[in-house]
């Protein structure tokens, strides 16, 4: 199993938070969650999660995403998606979450998202 890792980069008000690993229960979650808590601790609300180097996430990830979304949006920030795979986008699609992520191809384009 691949060890979830995330690396933090700023690009003007928007944190991107690289993603390595899978994003799956008792793993990747929980490093999830408190990366996004960390973040909104610092006030920082406008997150893009890039998702180029995440080949997995299972329902106990998809779920931390939904809770992320929520404690930002309860801050009046903005949570986007950034490279995520055909498996990952089948995802969102079938539980119909793809209505309430931003998702993006070009990380250009999601940053620029956030004006």
Do not use: P, W, Y
């Amino acid at each position: 199993m691949v060890e979830f890792k995330i690396s933090e980069r700023q690009a003007n008000s928007v944190t991107i938070l690289d993603l390595s690993g899978d994003v799956i229960f008792s793993q990747g979650n929980v490093v999830l969650r408190n990366a996004i808590r960390c973040l909104l601790s610092e006030r920082k609300r406008n997150i893009l999660l890039n998702f180029s180097d995440v080949r997995f996430v299972d329902s106990s990830g998809i779920g931390e995403l939904v809770s992320g979304l929520t404690a930002i949006n309860k801050e009046e920030g903005q949570l986007k998606l950034l490279n995520l795979t055909q498996r990952i986008k089948h995802l969102l699609v079938i539980t119909k979450l793809s209505t309430i992520f931003e998702t993006f191809e070009n990380e250009r384009d999601a940053l620029d998202s956030f004006n």
